[in-house]
């Protein structure tokens, strides 16, 4: 009985860490978390080096927040809004910084 209780409070602690969220910041590359493609301008606009970067050299797609580095569970919407500011919709693991995206939308 006491195992069944500890294990319930467990899954209802995991479920309420991980609660929908929204953020906003840049979509970005893990080459270049904080958007500052200077150092690395793989083409002649930051959209064209975050795509780079994730096609040729193996990088991520995360969203970078102006403080916060996140990684992010889908990695094909983010192509489109590479470089560019986004709303993100999901939940936030806090133990692997990434959020297990449901949405990317185009902030307003």
């Not at 069944?4 to 602690?13: D, P, R, V």
């Not at 270049?32 to 990088?59: I, L, R, Y």
């Not at 590479?82 to 939308?105: E, F, N």
Request: charged share 20%.
């Amino acid at each position: 009985m006491k195992y069944l209780i500890l294990t319930l409070l467990a899954a209802a602690t995991l479920s309420a860490a991980q609660a929908k969220q929204t953020f906003m910041g840049t979509i970005t590359d893990s080459d270049c978390p904080k958007a500052d493609h200077s150092e690395m301008q793989m083409g002649p606009t930051d959209a064209v080096c975050v795509t780079a970067c994730v096609k040729e050299q193996g990088a991520s797609y995360v969203l970078y927040d102006g403080k916060d580095v996140y990684k992010l569970s889908d990695q094909k919407t983010p192509e489109k809004f590479a470089a560019q500011k986004v709303t993100v919709k999901g939940a936030l693991d806090i133990t692997t910084k990434t959020i297990h995206v449901d949405s990317i939308t185009a902030a307003k």
